[in-house]
């Protein structure tokens, strides 16, 4: 299927990172002008440089910013327009996922940290994009969510207080670009790691994490996902064939989301 996206242009952010890289690939293929953005310079660069070294018919072009900074968000997308004209695809997808604690016992400059750069991170670009988008009469915009963002997650608290905000943020952006040919999704993810999307529950406690075991577990499908699961619903969204579908929350998730027992 012609996804309708040739020539397109699509930020990424985090596009170094494991699920960010597997959009870019993915959105590359389809023929997509691609932005690798991410903190990580090196990262970025290793990235592009894999997308333009494949037989694909987008560029890959690498883009050091710090979210976080909104004069470097602002030059930063002035690079992109002067390169490509403008952009046509934002996905939200940068962000930090690394504490595990308790409420009375979390660290007040995690919370912080990942409030400015899960949350304010992705004001600051969309505020950059977003309007400019409308003015052109097309855009697509994704949001990284998560399930725990949906749900809540266990010693998770700002990661989760933080998707799911990017909940809100994304139907916001969907109802005020609605009339102008923009629309605005949300994805949602279970756990996707691909070298263990094949393992099973007890395979993972044995060679990863009880954590990842119990995920696995609570998933109909009773494994877990991979980055390209992710990546072939953002491509998707940012289609001409989405084009009615805005302000929704889809969840990738293998069905962990559903009552079973």
């Known amino acids: 299927m012609d996804l309708g996206i040739q020539d397109r242009t699509a930020v990424v952010t985090g596009g170094a990172g494991r699920i960010g890289s597997t959009d870019c690939h993915v959105l590359a293929e389809e023929g997509a002008n691609v932005v690798v953005l991410d903190v990580d310079e090196a990262g970025a660069a290793a990235v592009a440089e894999e997308i333009n070294g494949r037989d694909v018919d987008g560029e890959a072009m690498p883009l050091e910013c710090d979210l976080t900074d909104r004069h470097d968000v602002a030059d930063s ?112 993810p279970n756990i996707v790691v691909e070298q263990w999307s094949d393992m099973s529950p007890d395979e993972l406690r044995e060679n990863v994490d009880e954590y990842y075991a119990r995920i696995a577990e609570a998933t109909p499908m009773r494994h877990l996902g991979t980055e390209a699961d992710v990546a072939n619903t953002v491509a998707y969204l940012c289609s001409e064939q989405a084009s009615y579908v805005t302000g929704q929350i889809v969840g990738v998730t293998g069905g962990i989301d559903l009552f079973s027992f």
């Open 77 to 188: 997308m002035d690079e992109v327009r002067d390169a490509f004209g403008g952009v046509d695809v934002l996905v939200n997808n940068a962000a930090m996922v690394d504490a595990r604690s308790r409420i009375d016992g979390y660290d007040d400059e995690v919370w912080d940290r990942d409030v400015e750069i899960n949350l304010t991170g992705t004001y600051n670009i969309s505020k950059e994009v977003f309007p400019r988008m409308c003015e052109r009469g097309w855009g697509r915009v994704v949001n990284m969510s998560s399930m725990a963002g949906w749900y809540g997650g266990f010693g998770q608290l700002s990661y989760s207080a933080t998707k799911a905000a990017m909940i809100g943020v994304g139907r916001t952006m969907a109802l005020e670009g609605a009339q102008s040919g923009v629309t605005s999704n949300i994805i949602a």
